[in-house]
């Protein structure tokens, strides 16, 4: 199992930024919850947002709430993480996990429910 995060980048404060991460094999995703979550330097990962099996159920963390949207591409066994009006605080590795499992339309926010994890892709927002 694969997941390939891309899409980070340097920009500037309120600048807006598009992650992508590719899951293999498509069997995976396609049974998968996704996530992704983020650690700043010195700081405890941190979940930002995941999208169930069927894409019917979205969760946000507090501080992206309003700002990022997750949404997954079942053909392209791909999913996004849109992040508009982007802080100084936002500055991060981006990390996007999967979780195999048997509901279609589940919450998961916890490091310990993802079995599948991807490297991460920096982001960088100046202010």
């Known amino acids: 199992v694969q997941l390939q995060a891309s899409g980070g980048g340097l920009v500037q404060t309120g600048d807006s930024l598009r992650l992508s991460c590719l899951v293999s094999?498509?069997?995976?995703?396609?049974?998968?919850?996704v996530a992704w979550f983020r650690q700043a330097p010195e700081k405890e990962r941190e979940f930002v947002a995941s999208?169930?099996?069927?894409?019917?159920?979205?969760y946000y963390g507090d501080s992206v709430k309003g700002r990022f949207a997750i949404s997954r591409d079942s053909a392209k066994n791909t999913v996004y993480l849109q992040m508009n009006s982007l802080e100084p605080e936002d500055t991060a590795d981006y990390y996007c996990?999967?979780?195999?499992?048997?509901?279609?339309?589940?919450?998961?926010?916890?490091?310990?429910?993802?079995?599948?994890w991807g490297k991460g892709t920096q982001v960088t927002v100046s202010s």
């Open positions: 996990a999967a979780a195999p499992t048997i509901l279609t339309d589940s919450r998961k926010r916890n490091e310990d429910e993802f079995d599948y």
């Open positions: 999208v169930s099996r069927n894409g019917g159920t979205t």
């Open positions: 094999p498509g069997r995976v995703f396609s049974r998968s919850a």
